[in-house]
């Protein structure tokens, strides 16, 4: 046995429609499938942002039309984008396994993700989702809806949720048994179904949890040797788009911490990615997270490129 991998997919792993998710997984699907190939056991986490962003809206515009359909909770719209996604990804995967004869079997799991409710992301929402609305439309959501809302780039209003950070996995045992027994399993998709634990309830929350962050939790859950987050780019750099920009091979916890300080890092983009790095390489000697892109899934793993996040 090689190593236990959580491979964390980006944005361009999936696209935006259903036409270009159905095409994107078949290539997405090809470097996964290389890693299972050589001996490596897989477990994938996924983003959501532009698939729950559909999902929201459209619930929220039929909920408006004359033969309204119910109104659709947010965590519930994460539901529905985990299924929609899993569905996609595990049937590519499926498809990439059988041609190439390998007897393995994929399954997504409709996970929930448990968040603090005591967590000050609650406090001080960041996330836009959904619609944009006029300022009157928007006074009266904050009103009936309890919604908060903010002007968005001069676009108009936006309701924003709070991101908490993941403290548990509710289904951790069923994807442990899936993966002691050498089954793919999806899971966290979109970062988990926020949910807070009341007795014992599970209770969805409308917030979204970073897939990135969401991905370190279960990686040091189920013991992973690596996490591997794969997005549109090949490295980390310092002085991003810059004249002077470097591209990273490796980084100690110490030199990443250092770069975040110098603010290298973009906040809703590359920083939650480093910063998850950190985390679950910080969590026990030995782990490794590696961001790279999904073309180089295969020669990161094997040292060639991306950037090494290390406990050293
Ligand atoms: P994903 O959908 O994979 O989470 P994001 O767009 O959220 O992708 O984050 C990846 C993007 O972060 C890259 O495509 C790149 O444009 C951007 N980025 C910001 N800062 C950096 C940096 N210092 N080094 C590399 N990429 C960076
Ligand atoms: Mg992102």
Redesign the pocket.
Same mark, same amino acid.
């Given at each position: 046995m090689k190593d236990k991998i959580v491979v964390?997919?980006?944005? $361009? +792993?999936l696209g935006k429609t259903p036409e270009e998710q159905l095409k994107l997984v078949k290539d997405t699907a090809k470097p996964i499938v290389d890693l299972i190939q050589h001996g490596h056991q897989v477990v994938l986490a996924h983003?959501n942002?532009p698939q729950v962003g559909m999902i929201n809206l459209a619930m929220d515009l039929a909920s408006k039309t004359p033969d309204a359909t119910p109104e659709m909770p947010f965590p519930e719209c994460g539901a529905m984008s985990q299924g929609y996604i899993g569905y996609h990804l595990q049937n590519a995967i499926r498809e990439e396994l059988l041609s190439r004869s390998i007897d393995k079997h994929v399954a997504t799991v409709v996970t929930q993700v448990i968040v603090d409710k005591d967590d000050s992301a609650f406090q001080n929402p960041t996330k836009p989702i959904g619609a944009f609305y006029t300022e009157e439309e928007s006074k009266k959501l904050i009103a009936e809806k309890k919604y908060v809302m903010v002007e968005d780039a001069g676009r108009g209003y936006r309701r924003v949720v709070p991101s908490p950070l993941p403290i548990d996995v509710a289904e951790k045992e069923i994807v442990k048994t899936l993966v002691d027994n050498d089954h793919i399993v999806i899971t966290v998709g979109g970062g988990g179904i926020p949910v807070v634990v009341e007795g014992n309830q599970l209770i969805g929350v409308p917030a979204v949890i970073d897939?990135?962050f969401a991905s370190a939790k279960i990686a040091e859950i189920l013991d992973a040797d690596y996490l591997i987050?794969?997005?549109? %780019?090949e490295? %980390? +750099?310092? $002085?991003?788009?810059k004249e002077n920009?470097k591209?990273?091979e490796k980084l100690t916890l110490d030199e990443a911490e250092q770069?975040i300080q110098e603010g290298?890092? +973009?906040p809703?983009?590359?920083?939650?990615? %480093?910063r998850a790095a950190m985390m679950f390489a910080g969590s026990k000697k030995g782990r490794k997270a590696l961001?790279t892109s999904l073309e180089k899934a295969e020669d990161g793993i094997e040292g060639r490129t991306g950037?090494l996040i290390v406990n050293e």
């Open positions: 964390a997919l980006g944005g $361009n +792993a983003g942002g897939k990135d987050i794969l997005t549109a %780019v490295k %980390v +750099a310092i $002085n991003f788009g920009e591209w990273l770069y290298h890092f +973009a809703g983009s590359m920083l939650p990615k %480093v961001i950037t």
